[in-house]
């Protein structure tokens, strides 16, 4: 006996169920006029459903979602164009009802956001954001060309830990090799690839001493690891929500999230705080500005606990460099573990701050980029108050010739290359760790999206979806963020 089983239907997707029924009821004959009837109810029944879903959906969008939206983002970071690039992608927005503003005090990406190494990786952390944030990553490269766009590829990564060498070539205020003639030819002998090998030294990774080289250990491979380059990455991200509706108003420097009292309802008996509206000055100008507000996202990163006190976020500067090596580097990302030895040079102004010499061992990290330059970064340190704004970070370039001179210590091609930027920023962090804070306060209409630590680019696409999900739908849909929840905090 035929059988005619597809009729008990459990799909979630009526479409498919309803074209996959004609197409069955049109190109098989059916036997009897009863079975007949039975399809034709069956596919009305189908069409019925699909439009009675229909209309469900579209009823929960239009008594969940207000007719205007006046969203204000408060940081042009990473996460602050992320979200607004989500914003405007998000299917319930609507430019004609929807007014996005996004203030940030001096330009995009002025601090970490512009300053990172833009390294991304499934093995990072939260998990409850990584996986979603690394898929989105890819999705964003591919869609608006990445590659070319922000420098995103697939890379490798590893810990390597070396012996570091006196630099006698090395100018220690220019960066330049001493005489200007020292090259590194790339050549190794039999010996040194011997000792490379014996290292567990990838062959491609020929860019470091093999007299320094002890041990390497893989972190990731093009499979879990890639990378952007952060400042063209979170540029491209303003851009794209510019072309979408997003008025990006720069020198904003923010003064105030000014709030009022809600009235007690039946279902809330208790008056809470709502957002009413946000205070800026323009630095430019000297004018203070008033914008209205329905939704207020703050991702300013280490300076949010300014405009939310209660936010426990607090700031680490970091300083870091950029080389074009002498030549052409594998695209590695490489966390070092370097022994300096006793009689390694020191900076008197930057030891008489910390009170001691160089460590014993350095950890700094180096990216090799798509665009032949090498990104490193050293230590964090505490000993510069946070400033107004990204414009005003103090860059230590003492601490920044560390950097170079540890990893030139490692690496010829890196001491022979040309230092192209020497730069500080401020990264965030939540106090007693379990960042970043994701999510609604105790504030009606503030969204909190700060504290990501070193982890910002990674997490930045994910978050700035989960960001246009509370906007339009009420709550995270993509991932668990309930660990992320501000409110656990006291927000």
């Not at 602050?80 to 503003?101: E, M, Q, V, W």
């Not at 590194?184 to 002998?189: A, H, T």
């Not at 680490?316 to 006793?342: G, M, N």
Request: hydrophobic share 35%; glycine share 8%.
């Amino acid at each position: 006996m035929t059988s005619y089983s597809f009729l008990v239907l459990d799909s979630t997707t009526h479409i498919t169920a309803i074209i996959s029924a004609i197409i069955f009821a049109s190109t098989r004959p059916l036997p009897t006029k009863r079975l007949q009837d039975t399809v034709t109810t069956e596919i009305a029944g189908l069409i019925s459903e699909l439009a009675l879903t229909t209309l469900s959906r579209k009823f929960a969008t239009m008594t969940s979602s207000p007719e205007k939206k006046e969203i204000v983002i408060i940081g042009g970071g990473i996460i602050g164009c992320t979200s607004a690039y989500f914003l405007t992608r998000h299917p319930d927005y609507d430019p004609s009802k929807h007014n996005i503003t996004l203030l940030e005090a001096s330009k995009i990406a002025g601090g970490a956001s512009g300053k990172a190494g833009g390294l991304l990786a499934l093995w990072a952390y939260p998990s409850n954001i990584v996986p979603l944030s690394y898929r989105l990553h890819a999705q964003l490269a591919k869609e608006h060309g990445g590659e070319t766009r922000w420098g995103y590829r697939r890379i490798h990564c590893g810990q390597l830990s070396a012996k570091g060498r006196l630099n006698q070539t090395k100018s220690a205020t220019n960066g330049h090799s001493a005489k200007g003639e020292s090259l590194s030819l790339n050549k190794r002998d039999t010996k040194a690839l011997g000792k490379m090998t014996a290292a567990g030294i990838p062959k491609d990774l020929n860019w470091f001493s093999p007299e320094s080289v002890r041990d390497y250990s893989e972190m990731g491979d093009p499979s879990t690891t890639a990378q952007v380059h952060p400042y063209q990455f979170t540029t491209a991200m303003a851009e794209l929500a510019q072309e979408k509706g997003v008025n990006i108003i720069l020198n904003a420097l923010v003064t105030s999230i000014d709030t009022t009292t809600t009235r007690p309802t039946t279902t809330n008996t208790n008056p809470s705080p709502a957002v009413k509206s946000v205070t800026y000055k323009s630095t430019t100008t000297n004018t203070a500005h008033t914008l209205p507000a329905t939704t207020i996202i703050l991702a300013a990163g280490p300076w949010t606990q300014r405009l939310h006190p209660p936010a426990p976020i607090s700031a680490t500067r970091a300083h870091s460099i950029t080389i074009t090596p002498s030549h052409p580097i594998t695209p590695y990302a490489i966390f070092t573990e370097i022994a300096l030895p006793p009689s390694f040079p020191t900076h008197k102004n930057t030891f008489l701050k910390s009170k001691g010499p160089h460590s014993k061992t350095v950890t700094p990290e180096i990216y090799a980029r798509p665009d032949n330059s090498a990104y490193a970064c050293g230590e964090g340190d505490h000993f510069v108050p946070l400033p107004a704004t990204t414009a005003d970070v103090e860059t230590d370039l003492e601490r920044c010739q560390d950097i170079v001179d540890y990893i030139s210590s490692i690496s010829d091609e890196l001491r022979d290359g040309e230092v192209t930027a020497r730069q500080a920023c401020y990264l965030p962090n939540v106090d007693g760790g379990g960042g970043p804070l994701v999510g609604e306060t105790g504030t009606q209409g503030l969204l909190l999206a700060a504290g990501h630590t070193c982890w910002g680019i990674q997490n930045g696409p994910g978050t700035g979806k989960l960001v246009s999900e509370f906007v339009f739908e009420g709550g995270a849909k993509s991932a668990d963020v309930r660990g992320l929840d501000p409110r656990r905090v006291g927000c």
